[in-house]
């Protein structure tokens, strides 16, 4: 079964410090893929930065980067020079490759992310 | 272009009402889902159309009935709901996974949905 835990219920960074959101997860198939969303207050479901097992290099996404750590299943989410806009509820999830035939996008709890002017 | 849609952005409805949820996407996906999300919760999987045919259904109650006419729409019929079923609906799309090893999804605005 498909497992991702965010351990970070809420945060407070600074604007223009750098900030880590933890993420581990936990899967037995070889294939899969590994999202980050960021959720405003209007709910919309924002798409950010994608990781698939097989890729050589961490993602990066403009501010965004993914410290993609396989062997301890590991996959955190880096925002340098945070802004205040983004303060935000953010989300991993993942979902398991071709050799499972569930094709579900399971979510963590996610973290509630606060920038402070 | 990576917009899905999604219709009406917000619902009322009373407990003997009919409605749908309509979401739409024109990126050539061929996996489409339906999640529930209550506040401050992260969203839960209720169905999977997968080359425009149910391949999960999460234990879902029959109130809620998923429809994929084609592969660009995928729309939510609701009857007969109850207030605990208020919630935001958000629909999500994505390349099939069994065609690439693993994609992005992306997820329209969502509808927020008030039962009374």
């Known amino acids: 079964a498909q497992k991702i835990t965010q351990t970070q219920p809420g945060m407070f960074v600074q604007e223009k410090e750098a900030v880590t959101l933890d993420c581990t997860y936990d899967?037995?198939?070889?294939?899969?893929?590994l999202f980050w969303y960021k959720q405003p207050s209007s709910g919309e479901m924002i798409f950010l930065i994608y990781q698939g097992s097989y890729d050589q290099q961490n993602a990066t996404e403009g501010r965004y980067s993914l410290n993609f750590q396989k062997a301890r299943k590991s996959a955190n989410l880096v925002i340098s020079a945070s802004q205040l806009g983004d303060s935000a509820m953010y989300f991993c999830a993942m979902r398991e490759g071709p050799m499972n035939r569930d094709d579900k996008i399971i979510f963590g709890k996610g973290t509630r992310l606060h920038i402070l002017p | 272009d990576t917009e899905v849609t999604q219709t009406p952005k917000h619902l009322v409805m009373g407990m003997t009402n009919k409605k749908s949820l309509k979401c739409e996407q024109h990126?050539?996906?061929?996996?489409m889902y339906w999640y529930k999300q209550k506040a401050k919760k992260p969203p839960e999987l209720m169905f999977v159309y997968s080359y425009e045919k149910l391949s999960i259904n999460e234990s879902v109650p029959s109130r809620f009935s998923p429809e994929c006419p084609n592969s660009s729409l995928l729309n939510l019929h609701l009857h007969a709901l109850q207030p605990e079923d208020s919630a935001l609906y958000l629909c999500?799309?994505?390349?099939?996974?069994?065609?690439?090893?693993?994609?992005?999804?992306?997820f329209g605005q969502g509808t927020r949905l008030t039962v009374v």
């Open positions: 899967t037995s198939d070889p294939s899969y893929g």
């Open positions: 990126m050539g996906h061929r996996a």
């Open positions: 999500a799309s994505s390349p099939r996974s069994d065609r690439v090893l693993n994609t992005e999804a992306f």
